[in-house]
């Protein structure tokens, strides 16, 4: 069968502690498992998780111990004006401030302490093609 179970990301980190501050503040993520190499963050309604592991560690292949490239997580909010507040206040790398797209979403960009590109969108009510 090709049913799929569970998905989970994970991001690979020079800096953990930074990256779980990051998530955590930002989002409903809780840490569900903390380590020196591996932090497991999962959302308070149980649906939603992201790893955060070592870019270092011997589990992560050589190939994807570098910077991150060509890739973007997005978050779909109710409210990234909301976010890029908590965002601003926090310090964190904001890359571009909210913005209306002519996709029909507000649209914001930051970066995490490892420079993964986060894309967090809000649907923009009754937005119409």
């Known amino acids: 069968m090709k049913k799929v179970n569970r998905l989970m990301t994970n991001i690979c980190s020079d800096h953990l502690a930074e990256s779980k501050h990051f998530y955590t503040a930002l989002f409903d993520f ?36 570098t910077n991150p490239n060509g890739f973007y997580t997005t978050f779909v909010m109710e409210n990234v ?10 310090g964190f790398k904001c890359v571009s401030e909210p913005a209306n797209t002519f996709y029909g979403q507000r649209r914001l960009l930051l970066k ?18």
């Open 30 to 65: 809780d840490v569900n498992y903390d380590s020196d190499w591996f932090i497991h963050l999962i959302t308070r309604d149980r649906n939603l998780e992201l790893g955060i592991v070592d870019r270092s560690h011997e589990i992560v292949p050589i190939d994807f111990q």
């Open 81 to 90: 004006d909301g976010i890029y507040d908590i965002a601003k206040g926090k």
């Open 112 to 129: 995490d302490p490892d420079g993964t590109w986060v894309d967090l969108s809000s649907p923009i009510k009754d937005f119409k093609f």
